[in-house]
């Protein structure tokens, strides 16, 4: 009996060490993956000249707001490139979550005669690709769009994975509710949008914000497509305003003007990830559903 | 009716014209040809978009074996056999980029996959604790980040006058390196970017896979006395072997395939570094773009694509060899 509790105590004792480790650790990895945000944060509101003395620190230095200032003074292309990612984002996801969900909608129908060679039509997508060259050729020499808003949003309108990812949702109905619709004399369409869509919800819900994530945070758009700075996207104007305020920097000319270039580089991150990352504590935790469903089941 | 009158009633039905044989059998016949013309319906939208920026692109690769002027356009240019490969491979570049794109690739696959995997455990042992979730948020936090911000993190870190790193060498007493004009450092820095990037999605990917063991293993093994060591090397890790394997071969699949974001902006595109951060991917914009010369860049990613369909295939046959039903295709 004693040597029982004995041991009942010393696995508990055991338990807990191993508990704390793991704790220790996961929390120190966890805290590895945030600190470079805390970093930039810290810098954006530290003092030009401290920086210059001591270097980045993980907490300001001689808090000060100017580098923020000195960015807003002249908002507008901030205010135009946060309107034109807002616009792709919204215009680009509504367009792709219509098209790419009756596209699956279609894939997923039992009856559908051609769903197997529509499968692999949209399958092949993802095993071999035409590359940059072309798609570059075919953007600005046959579809005219250099420069145009329209290049940021149609190229990633039907993303294979996410279809098939849907029409995994879709299959999964129940097959009696959508016969009876049939027998009720509901057509395609009706079924699509009245049954179809509210059943799958979750799955839309998924795959509309890896639609955001994608428009939100694409560069590679602007990077092939864009030159003209009115159609600048947020994560393309950061790319631009590095290496701008570098040139600014290293020009002896200004030294003279006192450019917060440290740290209103980074503030101007800060500005660009700070809504981004107020939405990601909010969904996070459908994504992390998505991510199982696309996962396990695609 | 006489057994003839109907066998020629049938006859009849059964030889409509020839339109509307080849008709009903695209389309089916009745109800199912309706339903057929609206699915292909909904579908057009889809099946145009996957046609213009999939399809074209990929009959766009002839460019690799024309002499491309913008001018004269994809079909007015002129034939050149393979004078863009010749030129291409007759430079070191080619081996450069595809080095750096195989051994950096093969080093994501390794790290990521052992990290993914290690944090995974340990986020299952915890899971019923409240704070496991406050781990995953912020473990899972670098994945949302775009490539453009997480260069801006790393050179907080790499600035060779103000950055942390360097801040931490001078600490502990050893000289400051100058990152951005050192390439030897950078296949373990942008390992490390990479896994700070990726090992939160794929623990969660992992931690998945575990939590669909059934517990009843688990349970057997503990009235058995098995420790929780014993459990992870005999239940966990044999149960979760086809998912490890399965996403490995499909990483493997895409070995040819640089992140862009990651090669071309955290090195800031700094041609210092280009022989240890030069990929394929980057290497293609670059001549397009900042060269502007379309033959090379051509001739690059056709030999990108070629390869990468290969180990694709190559790929898939082996997942369908370990399990065929997770195979692809």
Redesign the interface.
């Known amino acids: 009996m004693t040597t029982k509790i004995r041991s009942a105590k010393q696995y508990r004792f055991k338990s807990f060490l ?2 704390a480790f ?2 220790g ?3 120190l ?6 600190i ?2 805390i ?2 944060v810290s ?1 954006s509101f530290s003092n030009e000249i401290e ?2 003395k001591n ?2 620190k ?1 907490w300001p230095v001689g808090f000060t707001t100017f580098a923020y200032e000195y960015i807003l003074q002249k908002p507008e292309q901030i205010l135009r490139s946060y309107g034109v990612t807002f616009i792709v984002t919204a215009a680009g996801t509504a367009l792709a979550l219509l ?2 969900s ?2 699956a ?3 997923s ?1 039992k ?4 769903r197997n060679i ?1 499968s692999i ?3 092949f ?14 953007v600005t ?3 005219g769009l250099k420069d145009n808003i329209l290049a940021l949003i ?2 990633y ?2 993303i ?1 994975w996410y ?1 098939l990812i849907l029409r995994t949702g879709f299959a999964q109905m129940p097959d009696e509710i959508l016969d009876s619709a049939r027998i009720d004399g509901a ?3 009706r079924i ?1 949008f009245q049954i179809a869509l509210p059943l799958v919800k979750p799955v839309l819900a998924v795959i509309g914000l890896f639609y955001v ?1 994608r428009y939100w ?4 758009l602007a ?2 497509y864009i030159d003209d700075s009115k159609l600048y996207p947020l ?2 104007l ?2 631009v305003l ?1 290496q701008n305020i570098n040139t600014l920097a290293a020009n002896p000319q200004t030294v003279n003007v006192p450019i917060p270039s ?1 740290s209103a ?2 503030a101007m ?1 800060v500005l ?2 700070g809504p ?2 107020f939405s ?2 909010l969904v ?1 935790k459908y ?2 559903r998505g ?2 469903i696309g ?2 089941k695609g | 009716m006489t057994s003839t009158q109907t066998h020629l009633l049938a006859e009849n039905r059964k030889r409509p014209s020839l339109l509307m044989r080849i008709r009903n059998k695209l389309f089916g016949t009745g109800h199912s040809f309706r339903s057929t013309i609206t699915l292909l319906t909904m579908a057009l939208p889809g099946i145009l978009f996957l046609f213009v920026f999939a399809y074209l692109p990929m009959i766009g690769l002839v460019i690799a074996f024309k002499d491309y002027r913008f001018a004269d356009g994809l079909l007015g240019s002129q034939w050149v056999g393979l004078d863009n490969f010749n030129f291409l491979f007759g430079t070191d570049n080619t081996w450069r980029i595809t080095r750096n794109t195989l051994m950096m690739n093969s080093l994501f696959i390794v790290s990521n996959t052992i990290g993914s995997l290690i944090i995974a455990l340990m986020l299952n042992e915890v899971y019923r604790s409240w704070v496991s979730k406050f781990y995953q948020t912020m473990l899972f936090f670098p994945f949302f980040v775009s490539w453009v911000i997480v260069s801006f993190f790393v050179f907080g870190f790499l600035n060779a006058n103000n950055g942390l790193m360097n801040q931490m060498l001078m600490a502990v007493g050893l000289d400051r390196v100058i990152w951005y004009r050192s390439p030897e450092f950078w296949p373990i820095i942008l390992m490390l970017t990479n896994f700070w990037k990726g090992v939160g999605f794929g623990s969660i990917i992992y931690l998945a896979a575990i939590m669909a063991i059934s517990p009843e293993y688990y349970e057997a093994a503990m009235i058995d006395g098995a420790s929780k060591w014993r459990q992870i090397r005999s239940i966990t890790l044999p149960l979760i072997r086809p998912t490890i394997i399965i996403l490995v071969l499909l990483s493997i699949g895409h070995i040819f395939n640089a992140d862009f974001g990651l090669f071309f902006f955290v090195p800031r595109n700094t041609p210092m570094l280009y022989s240890t951060t030069d990929v394929i991917d980057t290497f293609v914009y670059r001549s397009l773009i900042e060269l502007g010369n379309i033959s090379m860049a051509a001739a690059a990613s056709f030999y990108q694509s070629m390869v990468g369909l290969i180990m694709v295939v190559l790929a898939n046959w082996l997942v369908r060899r370990v399990d065929s039903s997770e195979a692809l295709f």
């Open positions: 191993g508990k793991l704790h650790t996961l929390g990895i966890g805290l590895l993956a945030v470079p945000m970093l930039i810098v920086l210059a270097g980045y993980l098209v790419s009756l596209l909608y279609a894939m129908r009856t559908f005669r051609h529509l039509y949209v399958f997508t993802l095993l071999f690709s035409g590359g940059m060259v072309p798609s570059y050729i075919l020499r046959y579809l149609l190229p309108t039907v294979a279809v057509g395609e369409w699509f994530l945070n694409d560069w590679f990077l092939l994560q393309y950061l790319y590095m440290q580089r980074m991150a660009a990830f981004a990352l990601f504590l996070q994504f992390v991510l199982t996962a396990l």
